[in-house]
């Protein structure tokens, strides 16, 4: 059959268009979707989610599952680093999708839509992929940027969402990786950066059907297309990564959700969610808050804030590294060890996994639950206090927890109760 090798007249008639700038843009989507992946795999694990009542409920979470593993609690600084790069280049990476769509629209056009059964397959893996990269960068930005939007949880979306992309967009370099070599070999790069608009001439039309019939004159070279994909990415590096790499950067990150200057002093740092907002009323968290504290073993007691305090007191140096990537530098947390109140309930010796609920009765986010790795870490606290201060009631007065490495949601504020060794998570919740 004869495959047209030009595009019909029509629109789409840019004579920067065609199989060698395709590529480029490919090629760098190349390098970065398989770290976005794998950096989200690694979060989705971050997020406890065989125990966890906040997130997936698929029962052994199927096949895609099967790589699961007990996220650890060192280095402490890990899921700031992951999930930093996760978001960071997610949104880095926008301008380039964009410019890759652009680049093969023409082609999501072409008549007939289906000329083989080969052909229908070629575009089912389209759809799925195009489909799924739009799913995948629209469902993660939403959730940096204006919270849980979403019908039903974000993290099975996100999570079974990538499984998609990531499946078309092997099968899409499987079928086009000889095209793209043969592309990428057409142009010598550094020619073509040299290569002002007075020179620029289309692509020779071979097969690809990406190089217009009727191309119009050149208003932009390619140096200089590639030129405002790199700067438009490079601005949203610079708008964005401050809220995750902290120092004189967070001054420019601009698109930060929690603020650049989140207020001085002890508890001058993001606060995801405010007191108010979580429905968390003062005399909930006033003289007549008590946390209890209930084991395996069937022992429980009843602690006041005083009573907390009499408790040995430790300090640990930790992050809070939310899964939307901002994070905060180390703040110095002060209170009790998990593992100390453990013990008090007859969980001495190898203390299990705890189940935490806060004083939240209602919204997102009220209860967690922590494996035993994270329990029995020394640097796991019910913090009363942080850089030296009680806590303010934003950041979790008069008790929360902090556990090192853990994704942000974990280090549940305003905490209640602690059940160790609980196994009903999912009925508790
Ligand atoms: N009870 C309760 N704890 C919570 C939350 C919440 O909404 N309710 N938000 C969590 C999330 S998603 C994050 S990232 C951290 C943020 O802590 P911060 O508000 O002190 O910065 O708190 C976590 N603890
Ligand atoms: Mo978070």
Same mark, same amino acid.
């Given at each position: 059959?004869?495959?047209?090798?030009? #595009?019909?007249?029509?629109?789409?008639?840019?004579?920067?268009?065609?199989?060698?700038?395709?590529?480029?843009?490919?090629?760098?989507?190349?390098?970065?979707?398989?770290?976005?992946?794998?950096?989200? =795999?690694?979060?989705?694990?971050?997020?406890?989610?065989?125990?966890?009542? #906040?997130?997936?409920?698929?029962?052994?979470?199927?096949?895609?599952?099967?790589?699961?593993?007990?996220?650890?609690? %060192?280095?402490?600084?890990?899921?700031?680093?992951?999930?930093?790069?996760?978001?960071?280049?997610?949104?880095?990476?926008?301008?380039?999708?964009?410019?890759?769509?652009?680049?093969?629209?023409?082609?999501?056009?072409?008549?007939?839509?289906?000329?083989?059964?080969?052909?229908?397959?070629?575009? !089912?893996?389209?759809? !799925?992929?195009?489909?799924?990269?739009?799913?995948?960068?629209?469902?993660?930005?939403?959730?940096?940027?204006?919270?849980?939007?979403?019908?039903?949880?974000?993290?099975?979306? %996100?999570?079974?969402?990538?499984?998609?992309?990531?499946?078309?967009?092997?099968?899409?370099?499987? =079928?086009?990786?000889?095209?793209?070599?043969?592309? =990428?070999?057409?142009?010598?790069?550094?020619?073509?950066?040299?290569?002002?608009?007075?020179?620029?001439?289309?692509?020779?039309?071979?097969?690809?059907?990406?190089?217009?019939?009727?191309?119009?004159?050149?208003?932009?070279?390619?140096?200089?297309?590639?030129?405002?994909?790199?700067?438009?990415?490079?601005?949203?590096? !610079?708008?964005?990564?401050?809220?995750?790499?902290?120092?004189? #950067?967070?001054?420019?990150?601009?698109?930060?959700? %929690?603020?650049?200057?989140?207020?001085?002093?002890?508890?001058?740092?993001?606060?995801?969610?405010?007191?108010?907002?979580? %429905?968390?009323?003062?005399?909930?968290?006033?003289?007549?808050?008590?946390?209890?504290?209930?084991?395996?073993?069937?022992?429980?007691?009843?602690?006041?804030?005083?009573?907390?305090?009499?408790?040995?007191?430790?300090?640990?140096?930790?992050?809070?590294?939310?899964?939307?990537?901002?994070?905060?530098?180390?703040?110095?947390?002060?209170?009790?060890? =998990?593992?100390?109140?453990?013990? !008090?309930?007859?969980?001495?010796?190898?203390?299990?996994?705890?189940?935490?609920?806060?004083?939240?009765?209602?919204?997102?986010?009220?209860?967690?639950?922590?494996?035993?790795?994270?329990?029995?870490?020394?640097?796991?606290?019910?913090?009363?206090?942080?850089?030296?201060?009680?806590?303010?009631?934003?950041?979790?007065?008069?008790?929360?927890?902090?556990?090192?490495?853990?994704?942000?949601?974990?280090?549940?504020?305003?905490?209640?109760?602690?059940?160790?060794?609980?196994?009903?998570?999912?009925?508790?919740?």
């Amino acid at each position: 059959m004869k495959v047209p090798s030009r #595009l019909p007249a029509g629109p789409w008639r840019s004579p920067l268009r065609g199989p060698w700038l395709t590529s480029v843009f490919g090629l760098v989507l190349l390098l970065g979707i398989p770290l976005l992946f794998v950096t989200g =795999l690694l979060s989705y694990a971050a997020y406890n989610p065989g125990l966890s009542p #906040l997130n997936d409920k698929t029962p052994g979470k199927g096949l895609l599952g099967l790589y699961l593993f007990s996220w650890p609690t %060192h280095p402490y600084w890990l899921y700031r680093l992951t999930q930093g790069i996760h978001v960071t280049l997610g949104v880095v990476l926008v301008p380039v999708l964009l410019a890759k769509l652009w680049s093969v629209v023409p082609k999501l056009f072409t008549l007939p839509p289906v000329r083989s059964p080969g052909h229908a397959l070629d575009r !089912l893996s389209l759809l !799925l992929l195009v489909g799924g990269g739009i799913f995948e960068f629209v469902t993660g930005l939403l959730n940096v940027q204006l919270d849980y939007v979403f019908p039903g949880s974000f993290y099975p979306l %996100h999570f079974y969402g990538a499984w998609v992309f990531v499946g078309a967009v092997l099968a899409h370099v499987a =079928l086009r990786m000889p095209q793209v070599v043969r592309a =990428l070999r057409s142009r010598d790069f550094r020619a073509e950066l040299r290569t002002p608009t007075s020179r620029t001439k289309p692509e020779p039309a071979a097969e690809s059907g990406l190089v217009s019939t009727h191309p119009a004159e050149p208003t932009m070279s390619r140096r200089g297309a590639l030129g405002m994909v790199g700067l438009g990415s490079f601005v949203l590096f !610079l708008v964005t990564a401050g809220q995750s790499i902290g120092g004189p #950067l967070r001054a420019t990150a601009l698109l930060a959700p %929690h603020g650049r200057q989140p207020g001085d002093g002890p508890n001058g740092f993001p606060v995801n969610k405010p007191a108010a907002t979580a %429905h968390v009323r003062p005399q909930d968290i006033g003289e007549n808050w008590r946390l209890t504290v209930r084991g395996a073993t069937g022992q429980s007691v009843t602690l006041t804030l005083d009573q907390l305090r009499r408790l040995p007191q430790h300090g640990s140096a930790l992050p809070i590294a939310c899964v939307e990537g901002w994070s905060t530098e180390n703040q110095h947390w002060q209170g009790v060890r =998990l593992r100390d109140l453990a013990a !008090l309930v007859g969980h001495a010796i190898d203390p299990p996994g705890v189940f935490v609920e806060s004083v939240q009765l209602a919204g997102s986010f009220r209860a967690v639950a922590l494996r035993a790795n994270q329990v029995r870490d020394g640097r796991s606290l019910l913090a009363l206090r942080v850089n030296g201060a009680e806590l303010s009631p934003d950041h979790g007065r008069p008790a929360r927890i902090v556990v090192p490495d853990a994704p942000g949601v974990m280090n549940t504020k305003w905490v209640r109760q602690l059940t160790f060794g609980a196994t009903d998570f999912e009925e508790r919740a």
